[in-house]
């Protein structure tokens, strides 16, 4: 009898030599005669277990990580095959604390089943949003997202629903779907897990959308340093395609709908979605300046929904269990869960998909286990390289986007980086001004001109060169970026630097300078 064993095809695991161990699990199992099904599946997102081998048994599948090439003849020994006992045994995956305390809607796929196979995809409950999409009305299809209270997951947060409610009433002869796949935060590796791990699950949520607003073409903008995404998404809709699923006439609906993957050229600011566009169409990745918006004119100047990989992935399991299902998890005007990233100087990295509510300090201590060098945590960067740094005081306040609002922070893609007590977040905020210096488009000049100067005055500051002027004008200089930037890569470089300073004053070598108003000039852009 055939024995099922999983070994992840996810590029992380990959990093950690997931392919070698695959091999040495075949190869071992054909010297002793061992029939082996090899399942190669997506990462179950605890990468400090890669690479995490499960086989399947009668009890439910059973865990072993992280395994290396050299492990692989040890474990036949004990016959981990058919789940005996090895020091690297860690029981049945669904048992594992890490996993079993999460609320996964989006993931509840990724890790279980053969990304590639449409039959795993349909045996889990996959495509049942399509069909109940099918049999309704665009308006309908549109009401159930605005009902359920899914929102932006790209960083935005902005009303999903409302955005294709905006491009169904557009006259037009020609609509799009286009995904913005450009994950360029860092610590974020949700997206492209999704991709690697269960990528028809975003071609089922952006057929649904173009369904919902009347569009009959979509686009995925896949960053270049994403091959193994880009690899994996094409082969999924050319098998979506074949079986109906996509084309001229989806399940003999009637209806049609088409999907392209386009590849980016390593941009951050093509994150942003006009610059997205631009690039898409095959120009240099400037932001536009609004209005018009997209949903009015998009992509070749026709009427665009632009969502980001987890709200589309978010979008079946609406239709396919209803508005209220999706609704009841979360809190206030955040809906539904939002998959964190762990990453950074911590001792259990990875993906924790949790209903919004959540608290840092939880997923700190409770998923990531403390720092990885086990000393205290100074400083959690919440939101990507422009996002705020928050210190312990504010890591029991609700992971939701309006208590995050008031404390002058941001979720963005829910990416979360750590430092210990050796960070020095003067260097830290500096960063962020280089960052923004080297990535801005360049469009608008408090970005553009701000970010440089931002450098420079950051310089002075950690050399101690008339630093309480420095500090002033860098607080000036902030304002103006805040204010006065055409897109949120300007407009929410302070933030970094605000709450580094803040915060974190002994870092700047200013002593106690205390925490500042809740102004314009201390920060907080609506991104």
């Excluded at 990295?349 to 919004?356: N, Q, R, V, Y």
Aim: aromatic share 8%; glycine share 12%.
């Amino acid at each position: 009898m055939s024995v099922k064993i999983f070994v992840p095809g996810d590029s992380a695991a990959l990093a950690l030599g997931a392919d070698a161990v695959a091999q040495a699990i075949l190869a071992e199992a054909a010297r002793r005669k061992v029939d082996v099904n090899l399942v190669r599946n997506g990462s179950r997102g605890m990468l400090w277990l890669e690479t995490l081998v499960e086989v399947q048994t009668v009890k439910g599948r059973v865990a072993y990580g992280p395994v290396s090439e050299e492990d692989v003849v040890g474990l036949f020994e004990v016959n981990f095959h058919t789940g005996g006992k090895h020091a690297l045994c860690l029981g049945l995956t669904e048992e594992i604390p890490y996993l079993k305390r999460q609320e996964r809607l989006t993931f509840a796929r990724v890790g279980i089943t053969d990304p590639l196979s449409l039959e795993d995809y349909l045996a889990h409950d996959g495509y049942q949003g399509l069909r109940k999409a099918l049999d309704m009305q665009s308006a309908d299809i549109v009401q159930q997202v605005t009902d359920s209270g899914l929102r932006g997951r790209g960083g935005a947060a902005f009303p999903t629903g409302i955005k294709w409610r905006t491009v169904l009433n557009a006259a037009a002869t020609q609509k799009y779907v286009v995904c913005n796949a450009d994950e360029g935060d860092s610590g974020t590796f949700a997206d492209r897990m999704l991709m690697e791990g269960d990528p028809y699950l975003l071609i089922e949520g952006m057929t649904i959308a173009g369904l919902a607003v009347g569009a009959t073409q979509g686009y995925i903008y896949v960053r270049s340093e994403y091959p193994h995404s880009i690899t994996v998404l094409n082969e999924a809709i050319a098998v979506a395609r074949r079986a109906d699923y996509l084309g001229a006439n989806i399940l003999k609906s009637g209806k049609s709908f088409e999907l392209e993957v386009r590849k980016g050229a390593g941009s951050y600011v093509c994150g942003e979605e006009t610059a997205m566009l631009e690039s898409l169409e095959g120009k240099r990745g400037v932001v536009r300046t609004k209005p018009p918006l997209p949903a009015i004119a998009g992509v070749f100047g026709k009427p665009t929904v632009i969502n980001n990989v987890i709200s589309l992935a978010s979008v079946p399991i609406i239709l396919a269990k209803g508005a209220a299902f999706y609704k009841d998890y979360g809190m206030g005007r955040s809906r539904g869960t939002l998959p964190f990233q762990l990453a950074g100087n911590i001792k259990h990295g990875g993906l924790i998909e949790k209903a919004f509510g959540v608290t840092l300090r939880e997923l700190l201590y409770d998923f990531g286990g403390g720092s990885a060098s086990g000393r205290p945590i100074k400083a959690v960067q919440v939101g990507g390289p422009l996002g705020a740094y928050l210190p312990e005081s504010q890591w029991d306040t609700p992971l939701d986007y309006e208590a995050y609002t008031n404390l002058w922070a941001v979720l963005g893609h829910g990416g979360i980086v750590v430092h210990d007590d050796k960070a020095d977040l003067a260097k830290l905020a500096r960063y962020a001004m280089k960052f923004c210096a080297i990535e801005s488009c360049g469009k608008c000049t408090p970005c553009r001109i701000g970010a440089t100067r931002g450098v420079e005055v950051m310089d002075k500051i950690i050399a101690n060169q008339d630093r309480t002027a420095q500090i002033e004008l860098l607080r000036d200089l902030c304002d103006t970026m805040l204010n006065g930037s055409l897109c949120a890569m300007g407009g929410m470089t302070p933030y970094p630097v605000l709450s580094a300073l803040n915060h974190f004053p002994r870092d700047f070598g200013i002593g106690d300078f205390g925490i500042v108003k809740k102004d314009a000039a201390s920060g907080g852009h609506h991104a």
